[in-house]
């Protein structure tokens, strides 16, 4: 258990230390990869995301209504206060039916866009 314990404060920074090494390095390849095709990298960083905060909102909500699905049930319905599978599934399920919806939402927004037929 005593080498356990010394390797963790060893290996935690060196982790993370490559981790962001790992994130720079490739960013830099993706840019110079962009330049070397002709196309300017700075034009691709700052593209809207027009739906972000949509599927943003629409997953924690999701994921509150779970949330408050699984502590109703837990507290009147199964009379048990210690079942954390149960709350990580209605999280998961909630959270998923948020997405899902999300993606309804720009699919028939993409949809109606392209039906428009120009004047």
Known sequence: MQSAEV????LVPLGLF???FGLVY????????????GMNPKEF???PAPYRNLKNGLLLLGAGIGLALAYFITTYVLHDDE?????????????GIGLISSYRIEKRE??????????
């Open 45 to 47: 960083a700052n593209r």
């Open 110 to 119: 993409l949809l109606d866009k392209n039906t428009e037929i120009p004047l």
């Open 26 to 37: 490739i960013k830099s390849r993706e840019n110079m990869a962009m330049i070397e095709r």
């Open 83 to 95: 079942n954390p599978a149960l709350w990580f599934a209605f999280i998961g399920i909630g959270g």
């Open 7 to 10: 390797l963790i404060p060893i």
């Open 18 to 20: 490559s981790m962001i």
